[in-house]
Structure formats: C-alpha cells, structure tokens
C-alpha cells in the first residue's frame, strides 16, 4: 500500500496526451503525486492491478473492467476522422486480407479491437491477428499488414514504405460517422473514496494544463519537434487533429464502439459510461 496522501498517475508514453500533460502544476502538489509512464496496455494493467490510481488508459480497458473506475469529464484522447497515429499498414486492400496474416502491436488495447470491429463488421474479412512488438519492418516480414499506435505509428508513417495505409479513425468516422475515444482518464473508485479532495484538485489541475496547452500549442509543438523529431507543420496538423474533450458527442461514438465490441464477444456486454463528479465536500 502506498502512503495516505500519495497519488500515482498514469501518463501514456506518446505525443497525443501532451497537449494534457505538458502544463501540470507539478509545484502545486509537492510530493504527493507520483507520475508513472508506459504503453497504453502497460498502464491497463497497473490500473487494473491497483498499482496506478489514476490517469490515461485506453478506453477499451475501461470498458472491460468499468465497474472498477470512474472517468473523468472534459478528458480524453479523441478524434472525428484521421488521427495520424493509427496505422494499419497493408500490402494489399483491406477487401482482400480474408485468412491473412495481420500483427497487432502490444502496446493497444482499444486500437486492435477497433481494427477487429472494422474488418468483421464493415469490410467483411476475418484475418488470422498476432501480437507482436511495435516495429513495422519486422512485423511485415511475417504479415500481410500491421497496425501500429502512437509514436510508432508516427515514426513509421514518416518512412518511405510501400504500404497502403489506414487510418483507424478514419475508417470508423467513414463507417459510422462517429467520433471515436482511444484514451479516457480513470480514477479507481477506492481512490476516490480514500482521497476525495485530492482526486479533486487533481482534476482540476488537469483542466487547467489542458487550458493552458491550447493557448500556448508551440511549446507543445516545439517539445514534440525536439524529441521526436519532424516539422513543426506537422505537429501543429497532428494536435489540432486530436481532440481531448470527452463531452457528449465522444460519448456517442465510444458506446457505439462498446457496443459493436460486445456484439463481436469483444466485450462481455456493452459498457456504461460513468462519469466522476466531484462530490468531495459530501463524500
Ligand atoms: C490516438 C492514439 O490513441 C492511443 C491508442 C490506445 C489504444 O489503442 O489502446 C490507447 C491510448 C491512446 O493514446 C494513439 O496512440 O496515437
């Protein structure tokens, strides 16, 4: 157990939380937040372990252990259309992967599910999915394509390859007309109940970095350009492509993805969103 007053927060090792993460008032909290990094399905496990409180998982681990967690207003990593770093990259048209071989990256939970979604329901074709490591060159020696998220999809994307490409979100927004929600942020319901107040002021510290990323997006721009490298043109298109509201609209466009998720046997049943409020002055 940690320490009362200690709260440990999930933070994805990709860009596209930046624009949430980069202004936090760390000094307004001292030392009672710890800040933990990892793969999305790395951060879906910790949560799921109790060893992360809170913080960025993918929304497809939320929605198989919902009960667990609340999600908290106004955060998410979403997009209606292209995202630019959700890639299936394909040797031939998707029409024709039926029996092949398709890699999915360990790294995503919500992505790969997406990817399943699209092929079985839309695109009609039931491909043979391996799980391997993030790396395209490797993976399409044994593939006919390969999905990767995040900075490797990024990275990749900016290779010379002679892949056909497609964009998970893209493919959703074209098949459902929806926004999709890759990442939402959790809190576990035992830390709500231990540290109301902090959970609270946690949020609130989230929303304001939010805030004070879209006044200020350079220096989001610039911190992207410095260690991933790429223009400047580029990750301004790329962050305005993001959005990391979670309103009513990523509502309906994540529990239609749960749906089509439980009716795949993806999920057991379709998950209820439930929303943290801040009750902590009555709790
Ligand atoms: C937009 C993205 O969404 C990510 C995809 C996730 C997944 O597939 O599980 C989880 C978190 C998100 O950060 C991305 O990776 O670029």
Not at 29 to 35: I, N, P, T
Not at 212 to 233: H, L
């Amino acid at each position: 157990m940690q320490p009362d007053s200690l709260i440990r927060i999930g933070k994805i090792n990709y860009t596209n939380v930046w624009p949430i993460y980069h202004f936090f008032p760390h000094e307004r909290f001292g030392s009672r937040l710890q800040w933990i990094g990892q793969v999305p399905t790395g951060l879906n496990r910790a949560m799921l372990a109790g060893e992360v409180d809170m913080g960025a998982i993918s929304s497809f681990a939320y929605g198989e252990s919902h009960e667990r967690y609340e999600l908290f207003p106004e955060l998410s990593v979403s997009a209606l259309g292209n995202v630019n770093s959700l890639l299936l990259f394909h040797k031939k048209p998707l029409e024709e992967l039926d029996g092949c071989t398709v890699m999915l990256p360990t790294s995503s939970a919500t992505t790969v599910n997406l990817l399943k979604i699209v092929l079985s329901r839309f695109i009609g074709v039931t491909p043979t999915y391996v799980y391997a490591a993030p790396s395209l060159d490797t993976m399409m020696k044994h593939a006919d394509a390969a999905l990767l998220i995040g900075d490797d999809a990024i990275r990749a994307s900016w290779q010379d390859t002679p892949y056909h490409v497609s964009d998970m979100g893209g493919l959703w927004q074209h098949y459902t007309g929806e926004w999709m929600t890759f990442a939402v942020w959790a809190v576990r319901k035992e830390t709500i109940a231990r540290e109301p107040e902090l959970v609270a002021a946690v949020h609130e510290a989230f929303l304001q970095s939010k805030a004070a990323g879209q006044k200020d997006p350079e220096s989001i721009v610039a911190a992207a350009q410095a260690e991933i490298g790429g223009t400047a043109d580029y990750w301004r298109g790329y962050f305005r492509n993001l959005s990391h509201d979670f309103g009513p609209e990523q509502r309906r466009g994540l529990s239609l993805y749960y749906r089509y998720a439980a009716e795949l046997g993806l999920l057991s049943e379709p998950a209820p969103i439930h929303m943290w409020s801040d009750n902590s002055v009555t709790r």
